[in-house]
T-cell receptor, first 115, second 113 residues
Framework: KAGVTQTPRYLIKTRGQQVTLSCSPI?????VSWYQQTPGQGLQFLFEYFSETQRNKGNFPGRFSGRQFSNSRSEMNVSTLELGDSALYLCASRRGTGATNEKLFFGSGTQLSVL | EDQVTQSPEALRLQEGESSSLNCSYTVSGLRGLFWYRQDPGKGPEFLFTLYSAGEEKEKERLKATLTKKESFLHITAPKPEDSATYLC??????????????FGAGTQVVVTP
C-alpha cells in the first residue's frame, strides 16, 4: 500500500512569490492535515481537511491556505512568501473514522527555501 | 492550550545502554498521546498510541508508558539503528483540538557502537 506522497520534494522560491504544495493521502484515508516543521518551533499544525471541508486551522496568517479535492488529495498554498516561511512542510493522512486513538501517517515532506 | 514538553533535548548512548525519554503534557482532556520517531530528511513514523493512565505499549526495544501528567519512552539495550529524534504529541478533546496533534520539540537520540 502506497504511503503519503508529497510533491515536490524540494522547492526554492524568492520573497514575495507564492507556492503550491501537493499531497496524496493513503488510499482510503479521507482526512489530510498539514504541519510546518522548523528547527526553532518544531512541528506546528497548519490545518486539517476532511471530505473537502476545513475542520480546524492553526495560528498561521491568512497567507497560508489549503484545499482538499473529492479524491482526498490536498494542496496548500502560501502567498507572498517571507524568509521565515522556509521550513519542511509535512502532510499527514488518517482514515477519519473519529476513533480517539486514530494515528497520523506522514509523508516525507516538501523542503521549502525562501531566498 | 495544550502543551507538550520533552526532555532531555538530546541523549547520547552507548550501544546496550538503556535509558528513558520524558514527555510532560497539559491538556484539557486527553484523547490520545502519540510517540513518533523521525529520521533526518523524513516525516515522522508512528510508534505508539496511549490514551489512559497506566497503559503500556511495547515494540522491540521500545516501551511507552503513560500517567496522568507524563509519558515515558524506555529504550532497552539500544542499537545504532535506534538513533533518531523521538517526538511526543497529544490530541485533546476540545473543538480547538479537532484533528490536531500538539507536538513537543523532540529528543534527539544518538546511539554509538
Amino acid at each position: 500500500k502506497a504511503g503519503v506522497t508529497q510533491t515536490p520534494r524540494y522547492l526554492i522560491k524568492t520573497r514575495g512569490q507564492q507556492v503550491t504544495l501537493s499531497c496524496s493521502p493513503i488510499s482510503g484515508h479521507r482526512s489530510v492535515s498539514w504541519y510546518q516543521q522548523t528547527p526553532g518551533q518544531g512541528l506546528q499544525f497548519l490545518f486539517e481537511y476532511f471530505s473537502e471541508t476545513q475542520r480546524n486551522k492553526g495560528n498561521f496568517p491568512g497567507r497560508f491556505s489549503g484545499r482538499q479535492f473529492s479524491n482526498s488529495r490536498s494542496e496548500m498554498n502560501v502567498s507572498t512568501l517571507e524568509l521565515g516561511d522556509s521550513a519542511l512542510y509535512l502532510c499527514a493522512s488518517r482514515r477519519g473514522t473519529g476513533a480517539t486513538n486514530e494515528k497520523l501517517f506522514f509523508g516525507s515532506g516538501t523542503q521549502l527555501s525562501v531566498l | 492550550e495544550d502543551q507538550v514538553t520533552q526532555s532531555p533535548e538530546a541523549l547520547r548512548l552507548q550501544e546496550g545502554e538503556s535509558s528513558s525519554l520524558n514527555c510532560s503534557y497539559t491538556v484539557s482532556g486527553l484523547r490520545g498521546l502519540f510517540w513518533y520517531r523521525q529520521d533526518p530528511g523524513k516525516g515522522p513514523e508512528f510508534l505508539f498510541t496511549l490514551y489512559s493512565a497506566g497503559e503500556e505499549k511495547e515494540k522491540e526495544r521500545l516501551k511507552a508508558t503513560l500517567t496522568k501528567k507524563e509519558s515515558f519512552l524506555h529504550i532497552t539495550a539500544p542499537k545504532p539503528e535506534d538513533s533518531a529524534t523521538y517526538l511526543c504529541a497529544v490530541r485533546g478533546v476540545t473543538t480547538d483540538s479537532w484533528g490536531k496533534l500538539q507536538f513537543g520539540a523532540g529528543t534527539q537520540v544518538v546511539v554509538t557502537p
